[in-house]
């Protein structure tokens, strides 16, 4: 079941654009990578290329976590959840189109559904501080 946020956290999570995303292989170790997010209907979209650990890791675990967090005051949102793949259709283009308009990286080196996929990461769990 989807949990959803406070609007202060809300406000939070959406005025940041790196969080620290953690996976894991079924029985291998767990990787934690910084990525840039988006926050749409309370889910998390993060970019990826093809071929990265992340990936390969959700496709056999889709449970994961993120972090968004600051310091001086600690503040921060951690989650956990499960994430789906999103490759093409219109939920790539609607997380496409958010990415396209935060970061001024994907402006300028754009891509196509079947070029990069996203992770969609759809909290369970949550916990806050500072927020």
Known sequence: MKVGFS???????????ICRFATASKTGWPLVSPVSYVLIDDCFYIATDYGTAKLRHVKENPRASLVVDVT????AVAVQGRVRVI???TE????????QKKFSWVRADPWKAGE???????PVRKSSWGV
């Open 116 to 122: 990069a996929p996203f992770l969609k990461l759809v």
């Open 92 to 99: 790539f283009d609607s997380a496409y189109a958010a990415f």
């Open 72 to 75: 001086d005051p600690n503040r």
């Open 87 to 89: 490759e093409k259709g």
């Open 7 to 17: 609007p202060a956290e809300r406000r939070f999570l959406q005025g940041h654009e």
